[in-house]
């Protein structure tokens, strides 16, 4: 009972985001096709800089912020938290994801097709914490009567390594397709999902109060959290899991852009529709059963009281049974969507008011859709952008995005090119600057490539 009571906890006081909307589609850059492998490619080959060609790291709660609770304003700390609690919603989540880009390559065949492949690191989080809980966990049963449900209980925490080829194809100048095939080793696993029951308490007959637990089914599946004896955690044992040594899994993107006219751009994508199947190092702990008490009734025999709490014991465990599994279990991806809509405008002169490149525009607009539909936990965010060109080295882009964190999330990349030197960053929102402790969440992304472009 320890054990997952430990598990639990851990993962539930740090907070994943995977919303790139800025990286989406931005610059030709080359990590936008992880984002959609079906996105526009400019380049004849590239290379990114090993462990540095993409660094991301987001994390957001859509509870409350650290402002919220830790501000000097005067107002007493018990206050804070008791405010923060009653805007508490009927059911909260905060997430944490980080990527680490490994290793990363890219080149063009000639029949109008390019091949992309790589190997990065991730690490995902997401808890999913319902108010009753919280209530619970603050207040006591003080409520009488009121049921505190555990429906909506569910978390997810993961590292994993994913080794990935993909192949985007232009296959008429109005399509261009993609798809992106995934191996995923995973080191460590741990889930709980679909959880039930309730516990609540009521005016009682033999004694004030009744204590009631009904109808609770609760399982965490963990895979690479516990160990035997015999086994270290160590960095040979983490390096063997990310080399494909841990527990395997199969995925698939797939992705495609689509010149609607001639200025009007239409994308999307489908990521990681896949699974990991665990079955090494698997331990995990089921919780069922129905059970009530009506305080304790004190007449045991003195001479021998162990009888009586023994009996409590072995009918607590009757009806409430907490198994330790080892059976293997499937846990599938988390599924993310991506699209948009754009339309570019500006072209640029010479001096002589000739037309330089009839492909390029300096400027470009539009609008981007993201979700994220998994079994923990879904949700939608919206953005409109828009991109610009600042001479022959420097590309910008500006996002405003609506989210579960925000519905003022501004943000900014910038991309520099020189020679066949690329160097990027990212971050998002910016509004939040001038107070970082009142971010409900926060994101940033940097990486250096080497790309060679096609001759004009």
């Known amino acids: ?48 800089l090993p ?9 957001g709660f859509t509870g409350f912020s650290a402002y919220d609770i830790f501000a000097d304003n005067g107002v007493d700390i018990n206050t804070k938290i008791r405010n923060a609690i009653n805007n508490y919603g009927i059911s909260e989540f905060m997430e944490i994801n980080q990527q680490l880009e490994v290793l990363s390559g890219g080149f063009q065949l000639k029949n109008n097709s390019y091949i992309s492949f790589g ?4 690490f995902n989080f997401l808890a999913k914490m319902p108010r009753d809980i919280v209530d619970l966990f603050y207040d006591g049963n003080t409520d009488i009567n009121r049921r505190y449900s555990i429906n909506k209980l569910a978390a997810r925490a993961e590292l994993l390594g994913v080794l990935h080829i993909g192949l985007s194809k232009r296959i008429n100048k109005k399509w261009r397709i993609g798809a992106r095939a995934k191996i995923y080793s995973s080191v460590f696993n741990a889930n709980s999902k679909l959880n039930t029951g309730s516990f609540y308490t009521e005016e009682g007959t033999n004694n004030t109060y009744k204590q009631h637990l009904d109808n609770v089914n609760f399982l965490m599946q963990t895979s690479g959290v516990f160990f035997d004896n015999s086994e270290d955690l160590d960095a040979s044992y983490v390096k063997n899991k990310f080399l494909l040594g841990g527990n395997l899994g199969l995925g698939i993107d797939v992705g495609f852009t689509h010149q609607l ?11 990681d529709i896949g699974f990991v199947k665990y079955s090494k190092n698997v331990e995990s702990f089921s919780v069922k059963g129905d059970y009530e008490v009506e305080g304790f009734q004190l007449d045991f025999d003195p001479n021998s009281p162990d009888d009586y709490w023994n009996d409590l014991k072995e009918e607590f465990d009757e009806r409430i049974v907490l198994d330790t599994l080892y059976k293997s279990y499937i846990a599938m991806r988390p599924v993310k969507l991506n699209g948009s809509v754009s339309y570019s405008f500006g072209q640029k002169y010479d001096e002589c008011r000739f037309l330089i490149d009839p492909q390029l525009y300096l400027n470009k607009v539009g609008f981007q859709f993201y979700s994220t539909v998994g079994a923990v936990h879904s949700y939608m965010a919206a953005t409109l952008f828009y991109e610009r060109r600042l001479g022959k080295h420097l590309q910008t882009k500006i996002t405003y995005t609506a989210d579960p964190y925000s519905f003022s999330n501004v943000g900014v990349g910038l991309s520099t090119q020189l020679g066949i030197f690329n160097a990027y960053v990212i971050a998002d929102n910016l509004l939040s600057l001038n107070n970082l402790y009142a971010a409900k969440s926060s994101s940033f992304q940097l990486g250096v490539n080497f790309i060679i472009h096609n001759k004009n």
């Open 1 to 48: 009972m320890r054990k997952f009571i430990l598990i639990f906890f851990l993962i539930s006081v740090v907070g994943y985001t995977q919303n790139k909307q800025v990286l989406y589609d931005f610059a030709g850059l080359p990590q936008t096709l992880l984002l959609n492998p079906g996105a526009e490619v400019h380049n004849k080959y590239y290379v990114g």
């Open 51 to 59: 462990l540095f060609s993409q660094l991301s790291v987001q994390v």
């Open 119 to 122: 190997y990065y690191q991730e």
């Open 261 to 271: 006219k001639k200025q009007w751009i239409v994308t999307g994508s489908i990521q």
